[in-house]
């Protein structure tokens, strides 16, 4: 099979097209940067400009592919909002007008549980749909409305399926655990209420090989949208300390009550979108959101349709982490 | 009143399906020429769709202020059946003319009026058999009508709470009374929706705007509702009331119903209340009964009705159709007993009634003693005088007496003279007894003086006979109708007139009404024959050999009072009976010396675990002639509740000669496996390479009467590496704690649990395959009382003759026959990978040294669940708190399998009767607010 994988450079990207490649498939990746992965074809461009540039950029990527595995997006807890339409929204629909327009016939967007979260707690729940007018904040809205469109695409030979992996780590991982440990070493990373709630995460290495394992399922599937995690879901303090402990920095130990955070998200949101830097902000109400409730998911569907099961333990991802911390 | 014709509902109804809805005009019988439309809900033509064929009709009467709006669950729910395969169920739901949608017929319909009404409707509609009616309310009345006038066309009669009898000289209910007072009907009924609005808000829980907007729908303006004034109008309240004769018709022709009968209750109907439950029933002995705890007069919006009514029917139209079993007759008592191949319950105080030997001593104040011969004369006393105040056999008769010789004497002239006695221990709380004394339904109440208070204050019904003689304005605040010692001259005086006791119960007869400890949900009433408590006597005799000469100390109240049943002398302890840590070894030491009596015959000593727990405690001030009294004991059994094995081994060190026991059982079936305290040793040894040192069971069960903890006291295994471990889980892959063998007369099988934690299993004797327990015995329960439901999950398996009762205990046998309970079924976690039984994991938690007790509970939706261990530390902990990391995974490691959680606590939730068994479901709902990121809570 020829696979295309478009967000390669990204933390996940890289590990899907690995994943893929390792499995003996025709792997191109495309990105705006040279993925840094061997063994696979790299062409680089932007997922945003297909129509004008028929012999490169996407539509060279598309052409010949049997498969796409669409990750690119952008993410980020804070942004310009017409910028994440712009890259969530029309990239996602030039990508899959591209693919089906080549003749492609296996879709996997790469969405996230995101779009489908109103701010209350999940606990046990699968997949629902993905809900635009729901969704919080400007990353988890434009992936709603991209998943909505890319499914929409499915039909007869084109097989579109959704995957929406929960919380990926490992090492390496520059959105979640860098920031993670950075903050901690700062003393800038609080517990959130209690640091009781549960939550589910994904180790980079299960969550390429869902992802993965969704492209196999496609013409079985399609249609339909999977959350991904290791389905081991954990107190938040304890993946924090968990996350902290591999690297070797001191674990939250302050608390700030969640309701407290979440009002300060919110007004730290507001200013920084008025005064935009090149950091994050420290805290956002949707981040606030996600680290003082559940969230953890029924994996039933997922590993039965897919016929997939996690091959990484949450505790062998700490040691892993905690290997590349300390070679 | 205003005509008006009838009309389709509005869409949009919450629950309505307007393809349900269809408008019929029938013709009025006798008034030629005459016609009214109707709108009536059927789900006929759903079912045409389907292609199916229905097996029968549901014809559904609402009652007032309803309409048909009432059962759209019901014509939902069996069109869904129908769907999925199941018989399919046509259901009709009609709107009386004036109610609902149907035509407003400008006149006043009396009862008869109304039951042709419906006669008319059916005739229109061209209704075929076998139909079944179902009434709710006055709709209860007009449907039952219907049933009486159409005997060809019936097969079977369902009622929610409904009246069909109203007593002359009784009053009608204060609400009713209300709204029925000149001046008052009007503008309560019609003129204003206060009747409906009121109602509507006797739904528990309350009922959502949209679906009062759906019963308010058709009765909007005041001239829409001049039924509603009609129907109240028309309550016969007065003998001369026009509806009278035929309410009295309808109460009449329903005795000789003999269709298969489901009566559905809420027992917390201001209008309906309880007392019109038990006409009916006595109308229709052969009817089913359901009561649903906590529901009310709108029981079809409180309760699912709807699956208990087609649960039913499907039964009905299992092998025999429609058929109801029917008691086998028996012939002479005598003949009958000697078929069952036991004693009634009143043997020995016949046999011996000629003997001076001690029956009973009651060591409180100071030592009574009370031989065969008087006992056997104050029983015939007291039931000659029972039968000289009307009470009959059958009647139902609650017994508020601590335990003493008065209790025993009364007890048993009540068995003895046909009536049921009604049992319910003081530990179920005010609240609980009040609930399982009014769910009784006592004919008659035999109380000392705090029982009697409790039943004024709280209004429990019954006619009230004292035990103590009060003072007459005592007597008369506490409604005392006869003392005790007046039943005995009463009957004293019957006898000696000639008048002889009513002829002996047989074995099929009821005999007692027991509660369940109520720990896990409302008390439930178990009813048992007298074969049954008769086979309870015969357990006890042929696995602890009490029988005539032996003695017996009961510090456990339930097979205490089986002491004169076996020929045994009974001894009660000096101690507080409701307060059971208040017995001391003293206590018991004088209570064995009691009970050794003359003859130096055989000791046997219930205790409840509390019990035991304080004469362990005070053994110090044991004389040496209390340790030479104890020494005589052959054996001792600790019931009720788990205890550790080191305790049970410190109170066998007391009674040096003595075997101890410990049983299983539960309410429902005294007595299923044994186990002694060589038993639990060899049992350990049996899984003595598991690394669980010291697991001290304290969990238990709660509807176990006893369990014991399986401890294995080798230092190696506490030492054990991890790698031990699972050569541990091929062995004993489920924990749990180890009852023994099954006790003579019973047979132990295990339904093993499917991956959604149903225990769905065929009965089997494979070892180490964990489901749920499932018991038979002659000594397990007949029935629960007026639970139809509960009672018809209870049952399992189908061989003629055979009674199996789920405990819903979880567990597993060995391969040497031995019954380990795992946990409760409700406690069950069920993950994604499968079941896993909360016991084994606690013991295993437990067995750190940090940790001195643990509970082992599933959070988030079946099927997904996820494991969250919660614990108490040494030293306690102040304050709920996340373990700390070391903790966390030591529990981890102990488990085995993954643990999402481990919440530490101050003190986890347990019984207030014996403080050991856990609510773990109490515990689930906790830790899911916890881990969901809410407010931390004490559990």
């Given at each position: 099979m020829r696979v295309l994988v478009t967000g390669a450079s990204g933390f996940l990207g890289r590990a899907v097209a690995a994943d893929i490649s390792a499995a003996g498939h025709e792997v191109r990746t495309f990105q705006r940067r040279p993925s840094g992965l061997t063994g696979v074809e790299d062409v680089h461009g932007s997922i945003m400009t297909a129509a004008d540039t028929p012999y490169a950029g996407l539509a060279y990527a598309v052409s010949g592919m049997d498969a796409v595995v669409h990750l690119a997006a952008k993410v980020s807890l804070t942004g310009d909002p017409a910028e994440f339409e712009a890259v969530n929204v029309g990239g996602t629909r030039t990508v899959v007008q591209a693919s089906h327009t080549a003749g492609v016939s296996r879709f996997v967007y790469v969405s996230s549980?995101?779009?489908?979260?109103?701010?209350a707690s999940i606990m046990g729940s699968d997949a629902l749909p993905a809900s635009p007018e729901h969704a919080r904040g400007d990353y988890a809205r434009t992936k709603a409305r991209a998943e909505l469109l890319a499914l929409a695409a499915d039909a007869p030979g084109f097989s579109v399926v959704a995957v929406r992996p929960h919380l990926v780590w490992g090492p390496g991982d520059t959105q979640l655990i860098d920031r993670v440990v950075d903050r901690a070493r700062r003393g800038r990373l609080p517990l959130l209420g209690h640091g009781a709630a549960l939550i589910d995460t994904t180790y980079v290495e299960n969550a390429a090989s869902a992802i993965h394992a969704a492209l196999d399922a496609c013409d079985r599937v399609h249609g339909q949208s999977y959350v991904i995690t290791n389905g081991e879901p954990r107190p938040v303090a304890e993946l924090l300390a968990g996350i902290c402990g591999a690297a070797g920095v001191t674990a939250p130990n302050w608390r700030v009550p969640a309701s407290a955070a979440r009002a300060a998200g919110s007004v730290i949101e507001a200013i920084w979108r008025r005064r935009p830097g090149t950091d994050e902000p420290p805290m956002t109400r949707f981040l606030a959101e996600q680290l003082s409730t559940a969230h953890w998911f029924d994996q039933r569907r997922t590993r039965a349709d897919l016929r997939w099961t996690p091959s990484v333990s949450l505790d062998e991802g700490f040691r892993r982490l905690a290997a590349h911390y300390r070679p | 009143m205003v005509s008006a014709v009838a009309t389709l509902p509005p869409t949009g109804l919450a629950g309505l399906r307007p393809e349900w809805s269809r408008l019929v005009e029938v013709a009025e019988s006798g008034a030629p020429g005459v016609t009214h439309g109707w709108h009536v809900l059927d789900n006929g033509a759903e079912l045409d769709a389907l292609g199916v064929i229905p097996v029968g009709t549901i014809l559904c009467v609402h009652g007032n202020p309803t309409w048909s709006y009432l059962w759209r669950s019901l014509l939902s729910a069996a069109t869904d059946a129908a769907q999925s395969g199941a018989p399919a169920w046509r259901v009709i739901a009609v709107d009386q003319l004036d109610m609902g949608f149907s035509a407003r017929t400008g006149g006043f319909r009396p009862l008869a009026r109304r039951v042709r009404d419906l006669g008319d409707l059916t005739d229109a509609l061209d209704l075929t058999g076998p139909v079944i009616t179902l009434g709710h309310d006055w709709g209860g009345v007009v449907s039952l009508g219907w049933a009486v006038d159409h005997s060809d066309l019936l097969s079977g009669v369902m009622l929610l709470n409904t009246a069909v009898h109203q007593p002359a000289g009784d009053q009608v209910p204060a609400p009713l009374r209300l709204a029925l007072a000149r001046g008052i009907l009007g503008p309560a009924t019609v003129a204003t929706p206060a009747f409906l609005a009121t109602t509507l808000n006797l739904a528990h829980p309350p009922l959502s705007t949209e679906v009062k907007r759906g019963y308010r729908a058709p009765y909007r303006t005041s001239d829409r509702r001049g039924g509603i004034g009609g129907f109240v109008a028309d309550i016969p309240v007065a003998l001369t009331h026009e509806s009278r004769p035929e309410l009295d018709r309808i109460a009449e022709g329903a005795r000789a119903l003999t269709v298969p009968t489901l009566l559905l209750w809420g027992p917390r109907d201001p209008i309906f209340s309880d007392r019109y439950l038990d006409d009916l029933v006595e109308r229709m002995p052969h009817a089913r009964v359901h009561r649903f705890e906590g529901a009310g007069h709108l029981l079809a919006e409180d309760a699912d009705y709807a699956a208990a009514a087609l649960l039913w029917l499907g039964d009905a139209a299992a092998p025999a159709p429609l058929a109801e079993p029917v008691e086998t007759a028996v012939g002479a008592p005598a003949a009958a007993w000697e078929a069952a191949g036991t004693h009634p319950l009143w043997h020995y105080l016949n046999e011996l009634q000629n003997s001076d030997d001690t029956a009973l001593v009651d060591m409180l104040p100071a030592p009574r003693r009370v031989s065969w011969r008087l006992l056997s004369r104050r029983v015939r006393q007291i039931g000659a005088g029972l039968v000289h105040i009307g009470v009959k056999p059958g009647d139902r008769v609650s017994l508020l007496v601590p335990p003493s010789a008065d209790l025993t004497a009364v007890l048993y002239a009540c068995v003895r003279i046909g009536a049921i006695v009604v049992v319910a221990d003081a530990g179920l709380g005010l609240a609980g007894l009040t609930r399982a004394v009014r769910g009784a339904r006592p004919d008659f109440v035999i109380g000392a003086a705090p029982g009697l208070m409790a039943a004024r204050a709280l209004g429990w019904p019954g006619r009230k006979i004292s035990v103590a003689r009060f003072p007459a304005p005592m007597a008369r605040l506490l409604g005392v109708e006869h003392t005790l010692a007046e039943l005995i001259d009463l009957g004293q005086a019957r006898l000696s007139a000639g008048d002889d006791l009513p002829p002996e119960p047989a074995p099929s007869d009821p005999a007692a009404v027991l509660f369940t400890s109520g720990s896990t949900g409302p008390a439930k009433g178990v009813v048992y024959t007298h074969g049954q408590l008769s086979a309870v006597s015969r357990a006890l005799f042929l696995q602890y050999g009490v029988g005539v000469g032996t003695g017996l100390v009961a510090g456990f109240a339930p097979f205490a009072l089986l002491g004169p049943a076996l020929g045994a002398r009974s001894v009660t302890p000096d101690m507080d009976v409701t307060a059971p840590k208040t017995l001391t070894a003293t206590a018991v030491a004088a209570a064995v010396a009691a009970a050794a009596g003359e003859t130096r015959g055989a000791t046997v000593v219930f205790l409840s675990p509390a019990a035991l727990v304080n004469v362990v405690a005070t053994a110090a001030a044991l004389e040496p002639a209390d340790h030479a009294a104890l020494a005589g004991v052959q054996r001792f059994l600790s019931a009720g509740a788990p205890i550790s094995e080191s305790l049970l081994a410190q109170a066998a060190a007391l009674m040096p000669h003595a075997t101890a026991h410990t049983p299983y059982g539960m309410t429902e079936g005294l007595l299923m496996a044994d186990i002694t305290l060589d038993g639990i040793r060899e049992a350990a040894a049996s899984i003595a390479?598991?690394?669980?040192?010291?697991?001290?069971?304290?969990d238990g069960e709660s509807a176990t009467l006893l369990q014991t903890a399986v401890s294995t006291s080798s230092a190696a295994a506490a030492a054990s590496a991890p790698a031990a471990r699972e050569s541990v889980s091929a062995l004993n892959p489920a924990g749990g704690v180890c009852v023994g063998g099954s006790t003579a007369t019973t047979r132990i099988r295990i339904s093993a649990l499917d991956a959604s934690g149903a225990s769905v299993g065929e009965l089997s004797v494979e070892p180490d395959v964990t489901g749920e327990i499932v018991v038979s015995a002659p000594h397990v329960k007949d029935h629960y009382d007026r639970l139809w439901l509960t009672e018809r999950a209870s049952r399992r398996g189908a061989v003629e003759g055979e009674r199996w009762h789920r405990t819903g205990d979880v567990g597993h046998l060995d391969s040497a026959g031995r019954l380990w309970v795992e946990g409760r079924m409700p406690h069950v976690i069920v993950t994604a990978d499968g079941v896993v039984t909360p016991v084994g994991p606690e013991q295993r938690i437990e067995s750190l040294a940090e940790v001195s007790r643990a509970a082992f509970v599933g959070v988030g939706p079946v099927g997904t669940q996820q494991q969250v261990a919660v614990v108490e530390t040494v030293p306690p902990a102040r304050r709920v708190h996340r373990a700390p990391e070391p903790l966390a995974a030591a529990v981890r490691a102990r488990v085995g399998t993954p643990v999402a959680a481990v919440l530490v606590v101050p003190g986890l939730p347990t019984d207030i009767r014996h403080n050991s068994k856990i609510d773990r479901s109490r515990l689930s709902r906790w830790a899911t607010g916890i881990l969901s990121g809410g407010r931390w809570t004490q559990p």
């Open positions: 549980p995101s779009v489908a979260h109103a701010g | 390479n598991v690394p669980t040192a010291d697991a001290a069971a304290h």
